[in-house]
T-cell receptor, first 113, second 114 residues
Framework: NAGVTQTPKFRVLKTGQSMTLLCAQDMNHEYMYWYRQDPGMGLRLIHYSVGEGTTAKGEVPDGYNVSRLKKQNFLLGLESAAPSQTSVYFC????????????FGAGSRLTVL | QQQVKQSPQSLIVQKGGISIINCAYENTAFDYFPWYQQFPGKGPALLIAIRPDVSEKKEGRFTISFNKSAKQFSLHIMDSQPGDSATYFCAARSGGTSYGKLTFGQGTILTVHP
C-alpha cells in the first residue's frame, strides 16, 4: 500500500517557468490537500479538494492552480514560477471531513532561481 | 496571521530528559488538536491528538496537556530518546464544515543528544 505518492521529489525551475506537481493516493480518500512548508512558517494550506472535480482555496493560494479530474489524483500547478515559491510542498489526503488523520506524502522540494 | 503559535523554534534535550513544546491558539472554533512528527526527508505523521473536552491524553512516553481557558496546549515527551529527534508540529482543526483542514504551528526542531 503506497499511501500518498508525490512526483517529482526534486525540481529546479527558472523564474517564469511553469510546472505541475502530481499527488496520487491509493486509499480511496475523498479529501486532498496541498501544503507548503517553509522554515519558521510551519505548513500552510495552498488549495484543497473535497471530491473529484471540486477544488477550493486555502490560506496561501496566490500563484498556484489545482485540478482534481480523478479522485485519486490532485495536481498543483505553477504557471509562472517565482523565487518566493521555493519551498517544500506536501500533499495530504483524508477519507472524509470527520476523519482525524491526514496522511502526507514525502514531499516535493522545489527551487526557483 | 498565525492562528496557532508554537514555541520554542528549536529544542535540545539530553537522552532521558523531558521535552516540552507549547502551542497557543486564538480561534475558539477549533475542536481538535493533533501533533504531527516529521523526520528529515519524510512527510509529517500523526503522533497524538486531543479534543478540548479532555485536559490530558497520554500515549506511551508522549502526553498532551490541554488548557481550554488559556487556549494553550503542550506536548511532553518523557524519557526523550535520540530516535525522537524530529520536527514537531502542533495543529488545530475547526469544527463544522472545515473539510478536515488543519492549521499548523511553526514547528519545533527537537534534538535529543545521546
Amino acid at each position: 500500500n503506497a499511501g500518498v505518492t508525490q512526483t517529482p521529489k526534486f525540481r529546479v525551475l527558472k523564474t517564469g517557468q511553469s510546472m505541475t506537481l502530481l499527488c496520487a493516493q491509493d486509499m480511496n480518500h475523498e479529501y486532498m490537500y496541498w501544503y507548503r512548508q517553509d522554515p519558521g512558517m510551519g505548513l500552510r494550506l495552498i488549495h484543497y479538494s473535497v471530491g473529484e472535480g471540486t477544488t477550493a482555496k486555502g490560506e496561501v493560494p496566490d500563484g498556484y492552480n489545482v485540478s482534481r479530474l480523478k479522485k485519486q489524483n490532485f495536481l498543483l500547478g505553477l504557471e509562472s514560477a517565482a523565487p518566493s515559491q521555493t519551498s517544500v510542498y506536501f500533499c495530504a489526503s483524508s477519507p472524509f471531513s470527520g476523519a482525524n488523520v491526514l496522511t502526507f506524502g514525502a514531499g516535493s522540494r522545489l527551487t526557483v532561481l | 496571521q498565525q492562528q496557532v503559535k508554537q514555541s520554542p523554534q528549536s529544542l535540545i534535550v539530553q537522552k532521558g530528559g523531558i521535552s516540552i513544546i507549547n502551542c497557543a491558539y486564538e480561534n475558539t472554533a477549533f475542536d481538535y488538536f493533533p501533533w504531527y512528527q516529521q523526520f528529515p526527508g519524510k512527510g509529517p505523521a500523526l503522533l497524538i491528538a486531543i479534543r478540548p473536552d479532555v485536559s490530558e491524553k497520554k500515549e506511551g512516553r508522549f502526553t498532551i496537556s490541554f488548557n481550554k481557558s488559556a487556549k494553550q496546549f503542550s506536548l511532553h515527551i518523557m524519557d526523550s530518546q535520540p530516535g525522537d529527534s524530529a520536527t514537531y508540529f502542533c495543529a488545530a482543526r475547526s469544527g463544522g464544515t472545515s473539510y478536515g483542514k488543519l492549521t499548523f504551528g511553526q514547528g519545533t526542531i527537537l534534538t535529543v543528544h545521546p
